[in-house]
């Protein structure tokens, strides 16, 4: 019997954008199981809470009967990773910047925990441009952000910045 293929999709998802879950999407069929660890980012002041930002992910994600959305709000990624039993990380490029940064933490990652391999996926050209700092940008000037956020982010966020 061969080995399940687990990923895990690290990440603070403040909030979650199509562009996140063009990345789901994509992983969720090369691997077994994919699990979206909802991360706190200790660099980033959030706007949603871990379960809200959860919250949105499970919405989204109910189709995919492979994925799973956990939270991980003070652990490191490759303890977590270890827990799940997975061998992959899942990360999302847009372009040369995101690529040069996530190499670096791959690199460490692969340092803390030898077995784990990352594994880019390149988004889709329609979401290249997205980032969630972007988004809230845009919303807290109430700006329209329907093409890159789920309705329910786009409601929240309206509801927060009103």
């Known amino acids: 019997m061969t080995k399940k293929r687990i990923a895990l999709f690290p990440g603070s998802f403040d909030p979650v954008t199509k562009g996140h879950l063009n990345t789901i999407q994509k992983a969720s069929k090369l691997f077994d199981e994919l699990v979206v660890g909802v991360f706190t980012n200790t660099t980033k002041q959030t706007l949603f809470t871990p379960a809200e930002r959860r919250a949105f992910i499970v919405e ?34 847009r372009n040369q910047l995101d690529y040069e940064y996530e190499k670096s933490i791959a690199v460490l990652n692969k340092h803390l925990s030898s077995h784990i391999e990352t594994i880019f996926l390149i988004s889709d050209e329609e979401y290249n441009h997205i980032s969630s700092s972007m988004v809230k940008e845009i919303a807290k000037f109430q700006g329209n952000i329907t093409d890159f956020v789920p309705q329910k982010v786009n409601e929240a966020l309206k509801l927060k910045y009103k």
């Open 60 to 93: 989204e994600v109910k189709e995919l009967g492979n994925v799973s959305v956990r939270l991980c709000e003070n652990d490191l990624t490759i303890r977590i990773a270890d827990e799940l039993g997975a061998d992959y990380l899942v990360r999302g490029i």
